[in-house]
């Protein structure tokens, strides 16, 4: 049975291991049975799936995706928290327990040892490093059916903004072309301990099944969008051209600008998904040349 999500057995088990939380980890764990409760009835688990678990903590909502899914792949970077959670998932056989950073782990790999079942991903992810998390699961092309997750409020806000607004991005349009986002839950920052600064919220992404724009490389997609963003108060002329990874030069940039009707001296953070989309395509077949 789950028994952690409160305060008084998450300090005792913390004092019993003596383990010293480590802010570098983004570490905040989750004592609120409420807020665990909402997690799972928003990540619709069932016994049918296969749950990757970013950062299982102590392994306080680790045992309710035990309890609830067919198998769960917990990957925690803090080797300090292994032997705690050999004592928390000590009572589970659905469990495999990566002592891993989520950045360097093969997910192809991981998906395929799995016999290739659909994945869910749920987690309360570390919040240093969310975005790149989040691309690199988009990334990675492992079906994943959808992603529940507790993020910062200013990430959820991030992964829901259109063109225009300052928190527009490469997060914004990476999850509009995989997923359509939901907030879930909105958790005060007394949910955790230690307490983190800011609210956080729960957020679901359900993978589309189709994305919504046709484009010929997804991979050159995205790396075009990250060099647009990359330095936000250039144009973007200028920062395609200055990521140089990209292959193009400033005359074809700028050609393939005047083609699409837009003016040499845009920014990227007013371009939309299809125009990105239109964009990449079109540098996509001149690049190299
Ligand atoms: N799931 C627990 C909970 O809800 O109480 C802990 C959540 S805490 C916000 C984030 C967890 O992610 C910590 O356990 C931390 O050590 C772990 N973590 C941080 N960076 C990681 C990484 N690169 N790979 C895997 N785990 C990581």
């Not at 292994?82 to 056989?93: G, H």
């Not at 359900?206 to 050159?220: C, F, G, K, S």
Request: glycine residues 6%; negative net charge.
């Amino acid at each position: 049975m789950a028994n952690l999500g409160n305060i008084s057995s998450t300090a005792e088990l913390l004092q019993k291991y003596q383990f010293r939380m480590q802010k570098k980890y983004g570490q905040n764990f989750l004592i609120d049975t409420n807020i665990l409760r909402k997690i799972m009835e928003a990540a619709q688990i069932t016994k049918e799936d296969c749950v990757l678990e970013i950062g299982p903590g102590i392994g306080t909502l680790t045992q309710y995706l035990a309890e609830t899914a067919g198998s769960v792949i917990a990957v925690e970077i803090d080797k300090d928290l292994i032997p705690i959670l050999e004592e928390t998932l000590a009572p589970y056989d659905n469990i495999t327990l990566l002592n891993e950073d989520i950045l360097k782990v093969d997910l192809q790999k991981l998906w395929e040892e799995q016999g290739g079942r659909q994945f869910k991903v749920v987690a309360n992810l570390p919040y240093y490093i969310t975005t790149p998390i989040i691309m690199e699961l988009f990334e990675s092309h492992v079906p994943l059916e959808s992603i529940t997750v507790m993020v910062q409020s200013e990430v959820a806000e991030r992964m829901q903004v259109g063109p225009g607004t300052k928190a527009y991005g490469a997060l914004s349009l990476a999850v509009q072309y995989f997923a359509k986002p939901e907030v879930m839950v909105r958790v005060p920052a007394s949910c955790f301990i230690p307490r983190p600064k800011v609210d956080s919220m729960v957020i679901r992404l359900t993978r589309h099944i189709n994305p919504p724009v046709e484009v010929e490389d997804e991979a050159y997609l995205f790396a075009v969008i990250r060099a647009s963003f990359n330095q936000r108060r250039k144009t973007l002329v200028n920062g395609l051209v200055n990521a140089g990874s990209l292959g193009v030069t400033r005359q074809q940039v700028e050609d393939v600008l005047e083609q699409m009707g837009v003016s040499k001296t845009i920014r990227g953070e007013t371009f939309t998904l299809e125009r990105f989309a239109e964009l990449s395509n079109r540098l996509g077949r001149v690049k190299g040349q």
